[in-house]
Structures are given as structure tokens and as C-alpha cells.
């Protein structure tokens, strides 16, 4: 069985300012990784994953994220943060390839809010 | 722009009614997943059709099933409403063997009465 935990469930800071979202899972196998970025009224968009290659992770609008398998920590970060990046965030877990594909176990989500 | 679409947008039944939820997939996509997301949590699995097969099921009851269609196109269909089904159904479509990479539709919007 696997989980996600999002230690927070709103996370608030002023733009300009570093954007840390904690997530860390259990899982009984090798995990792929992910953070989803929702928009209200939206589906979610991804923002990046980690699928077993290089624990630092790159993804979109600035975001990038470390696997740390020895803390089964997924923690989200960018380091200037911007007033579009005002949405919820799900960090996502799943057993890595095979029968598991595309069946994500999710997080409960962190709203951020970012202030001028 | 995901390329996915799901209708209707919203939704509203009473307790005891059948409601059949669509979702058009990417192009070229054969692998369409359904996710619930019940208000302040996150999505969860409900299941996954690949190739117009049932390719894995969360732990939702019998009352929740689907279709895949040849054209990848899906449905979920939820009999024997329940207060507690109210919530955003999001539908995922994918191209197995690309890296696990869903796009989602923005959802339908259930309330059930």
C-alpha cells in the first residue's frame, strides 16, 4: 500500500519569497513521484515527477523538487515566489511502471496563497 | 489546454438516481483513468480502462462502472446515487508507455440532492 502526506494544509507567503511545500509517502516499492499544480474550476496540470533518475527534479514555472529516499520526502520548491503561483498543490505517489500505471495515490493538498 | 474534455460541467441529482459522466480523451491517448475528488481532498483512483478493458479498480463499490469506447472515449456511470457521491469527477488520459504522464479534463461537477 502506498500514502502521501502534505504537512499543511495552507501554506501562505509574500511574493518574491522561497515556496516550500512538504510532502513525504510510504511505499513497499521503488515510488514515481509527483506534483500537481490545480487551478479553481480547473483539472490538475502537472508540474513535475520523479521516475527513478535524477533525484533533483526540474519542472515547470520554477518549480523543482528533491527525492530523498532516506526521509521518503517529495518536498516542493521554488525559490522566488510569483502571484500566478496562487493554487492548490497535490503531491501524488505510485508504484513505479507495470500494473501500476497512471493509478496515483494523492495527497490531501496545500493551498497557497501568495501576498503582494 | 489538455486536450481533454469531460460533460457535463455540472451536475445536480437527487439520492437514488443514475448519472453517466463523459470524457473525450487526447488524441492518439488509449489509456483513460477516473479519479473523485470529494471537497478539501485530493483525487482518488477510482479506475482505469485501457484498450476498452477495466485495467484496475480503487476501492470504490460495483454501483461505479465504465466504458471505454474504440474511439478511447469513456464514461462513468454511478447507479443508486448517494449524498457522499457528491464531488468533482476528473477524468486522466495517457499514452501508456510515456512516462506515466496524465492530462486531466477540468471535471464534472456532481451535487447530489
Known amino acids: 500500500a502506498q500514502s502521501v502526506t502534505q504537512l499543511g494544509s495552507h501554506v501562505s507567503v509574500s511574493e518574491g519569497a522561497l515556496v516550500l511545500l512538504r510532502c513525504n509517502y510510504s511505499?513497499?516499492?521503488?515510488?514515481?513521484l509527483f506534483w500537481y499544480v490545480q487551478y479553481p474550476n480547473q483539472g490538475l496540470q502537472l508540474l513535475l515527477k520523479?521516475?527513478?533518475?535524477?533525484?533533483l527534479v526540474k519542472g515547470i514555472n520554477g518549480f523543482e523538487a528533491e527525492f530523498k529516499k532516506s526521509e521518503t520526502s517529495f518536498h516542493l520548491t521554488k525559490p522566488s515566489a510569483h502571484m500566478s503561483d496562487a493554487a492548490e498543490y497535490f503531491c501524488a505517489v505510485s508504484e513505479a511502471g507495470g500494473t501500476s500505471y497512471g493509478k496515483l495515490t494523492f495527497g490531501q493538498g496545500t493551498i497557497l496563497t501568495v501576498h503582494p | 489546454e489538455t486536450g481533454v474534455t469531460q460533460s457535463p460541467t455540472h451536475l445536480i441529482k437527487t439520492r437514488g438516481q443514475q448519472v453517466t459522466l463523459r470524457c473525450s480523451s487526447q488524441s492518439g491517448h488509449n489509456t483513460v483513468s477516473w479519479y473523485q475528488q470529494a471537497l478539501g481532498q485530493g483525487p482518488q483512483f477510482i479506475f482505469q480502462?485501457?484498450?476498452?478493458?477495466?485495467?484496475g479498480r480503487g476501492n470504490f463499490p460495483p454501483r461505479f462502472s465504465g466504458l471505454q469506447f474504440p474511439n478511447y472515449s469513456s464514461e462513468l456511470n454511478v447507479n443508486a446515487l448517494e449524498l457522499d457521491d457528491s464531488a468533482l469527477y476528473l477524468c486522466?488520459?495517457?499514452?501508456?508507455?510515456?512516462?506515466?504522464?496524465?492530462?486531466f479534463g477540468s471535471g464534472t461537477q456532481l451535487s447530489v440532492l
Open positions: 480502462y485501457y484498450r476498452e478493458e477495466e485495467n
Open positions: 486522466a488520459s495517457s499514452l501508456r508507455g510515456n512516462g506515466e504522464k496524465l492530462f
Open positions: 511505499s513497499s516499492v521503488p515510488p514515481y
Open positions: 520523479y521516475t527513478s533518475a535524477a533525484t
